[in-house]
């Protein structure tokens, strides 16, 4: 009997271990799947670099080369404004603030974390976007610029978190260490605690992007969603992720734009994954 | 286990659909733009027979004919006309869309009150929207870049103004919305750009309007009159975008939902029209 419960036991925690691989793999099938049927309609390159997004018209046009390089580019200027700030503040959290500052900043940022995505973006909506118009005097201010500064705010709170732990892990020694040495706090800072932190506050870095590359919500109120290929950053883009949620309702079961979007799907999945291989090599190369 | 799962969830599946029935409900799902009208027509009819349920939801007309076969709605609300495509899949699954008239709708053209462009052609409206003309310049305005604001894919609305505008009913027609076009999700984010953007250009059921944004004027070609879009001028034909609204159900209406149906086209439910803005089909 109590082996039979101890059988039981281990078996379903097996399960348990087993079911999170098991689902990435049955839902990457389905992707496949259902993604790879529009390859019946326009060949693979037609698809990726295709220029044009017309996905009802007869015959369909199903090229998302604007939509890819929409993403990349709300997500590169989320990045470049989310990073240096996330990892400053981390810095500041870690090393710098006083306790009580800490506390307060900390908080802080779990409550920005808080904050659901709709909402951020509907705050943007009625604020960011007249104001962007009027600063950079453009037609509209539904632009990729909106999204990434939007995107950056949801990105920040995964950066600051992830990153202050790595710094708050190094040994307490490595500071010591260059402090005796004669370093100044900010020597100790940039030349010791930072790169041994680096690892950390990259898998920070990278874990902040994945959810940028995957927010749809945000980005679809505020970036206009119109398929061009972005010249500058001041431009109405149309991201994969909104791309997905705007059209999925219409797309009928079965037909070439379904399974177009399936396919969009399967590109959103793997740029995501190369993201995070990514970030998975060189946690590991810094080990060795 | 495996099996166990699956099985579980079909059994979560059934159940609700089966405990749907028992209650009477109507899950009606499509076009955006009769969202309001479906639900007033709901709101009156439930009053009338309390022992049915009638679920209104919006998302766009093709959504509501992808919920029709795939059997999650009983009645599809929708702007346009079902397509080819949508019945031979629908056949496909044993469905049978049937289709059903019941009321109009007048799309207007929208810009902010600022714009001293007032009145426009059809053929100039083509211009703007696939992107040919680029400036209200152009078009005697202020030298300002237009900036074009449209619907979804998803939407009837896009649909039939892409059909009947861009290409001028003409059903060999190549004419897209310029790529540089917005794509808003909802009728109300169109309203609200409009309210705050000078240069743009957008379009929606006339029901929409309000003090905030200007309705165009249109004339049908050069030479015909310019045309507010009024109930009036869209039941005699004199505004040239206007359109039918439709039902479509699986198969000719029976029991609980030809009731319904038959309450939306009486005298009361097409007052209810009136009142929601569109248009009567019968007078």
Request: aromatic share 8%.
């Amino acid at each position: 009997m109590r082996k039979l419960k101890e059988f039981l036991i281990e078996k379903l925690i097996l399960f348990c271990g087993l079911a999170s691989i098991f689902f990435v793999v049955l839902i990457f099938l389905f992707l496949l799947k259902e993604g790879l049927a529009v390859f019946k309609t326009v060949t693979p390159p037609q698809f990726l670099f295709g220029k044009s997004w017309y996905p009802i018209s007869e015959p369909p046009h199903l090229g998302i080369l604007p939509l890819i390089l929409g993403s990349l580019m709300v997500t590169l200027g989320a990045a470049l404004i989310s990073i240096p700030i996330g990892v400053a503040c981390a810095v500041y959290i870690a090393e710098v603030a006083p306790l009580k500052i800490k506390e307060i900043l900390k908080s802080g940022i779990e409550l920005l974390a808080a904050i659901p995505s709709v909402v951020l973006g509907f705050i943007g909506m009625v604020t960011l976007v007249p104001w962007i118009k009027s600063i950079f005097h453009l037609p509209t201010g539904l632009t990729a610029l909106s999204g990434a500064v939007m995107l950056a705010f949801m990105a920040m709170p995964t950066i600051v978190s992830i990153a202050e732990d790595a710094l708050y892990s190094v040994p307490k020694t490595y500071k010591e260490g260059a402090l005796a040495l004669g370093a100044t706090h900010w020597q100790a800072i940039h030349r010791v605690i930072l790169p041994a932190a680096s690892s950390g506050i990259m898998a920070a870095v990278m874990l902040g992007i994945g959810r940028v590359i995957g927010e749809t919500m945000a980005v679809m109120m505020i970036t206009g969603n119109a398929a061009v290929i972005p010249h500058s950053i001041l431009q109405p883009v149309r991201t994969l992720t909104a791309t997905i949620a705007a059209e999925m309702g219409e797309a009928v079961v079965g037909s070439e734009h379904y399974f177009a979007l399936f396919a969009v799907g399967i590109v959103l999945f793997v740029i995501s994954f190369i993201v995070n291989v990514g970030a998975d090599l060189f946690l590991h190369k810094k080990e060795q | 286990m495996k099996s166990l799962i699956l099985s579980l969830f079909f059994l979560a599946c059934f159940s609700t659909q089966s405990s749907a029935a028992v209650n009477k409900s109507v899950r009606i799902k499509g076009s955006d733009t009769m969202v309001n009208l479906a639900q007033s027509w709901a709101e009156k009819y439930m009053e009338i027979k309390p022992e049915v349920f009638l679920a209104v939801t919006g998302g766009g007309s093709g959504t509501g004919f992808s919920s029709l076969i795939s059997g999650t709605c009983e009645i599809a609300m929708s702007s346009r006309e079902i397509k080819e495509k949508e019945i031979a899949l629908a056949e496909k699954r044993g469905i049978h869309p049937c289709e059903i008239k019941v009321a109009l709708d007048g799309l207007a053209v929208v810009v902010n009150p600022q714009n001293p462009v007032g009145k426009l052609t059809m053929e100039q409206l083509a211009g703007i929207f696939t992107g040919a003309i680029r400036n209200w310049k152009e078009l005697g305005g202020d030298d300002e870049k237009i900036v074009l604001l449209s619907r979804e894919v998803n939407s009837g609305t896009h649909v039939y103004f892409k059909e009947h505008v861009l290409r001028r009913g003409n059903p060999q027609g190549t004419e897209e919305f310029a790529p540089s076009a917005l794509l808003l999700s909802s009728s109300q984010a169109i309203a609200d750009e409009i309210a705050q953007n000078q240069g743009a250009i957008g379009y929606y059921g006339m029901g929409y309007v309000c003090a905030k944004q200007k309705a165009v004027l249109v004339a049908r070609d050069a030479k015909s009159p310019y045309e507010a879009p009024t109930i009036d001028n869209v039941i005699s034909g004199r505004y040239p975008i206007s359109r039918p609204l439709f039902f479509y159900l699986n198969g000719s209406p029976q029991g609980m939902l030809k009731d319904f149906i038959d309450y939306c086209l009486s005298a009361d439910g097409q007052e209810i029209v009136v009142k929601t803005d569109f248009v009567p089909y019968k007078r």
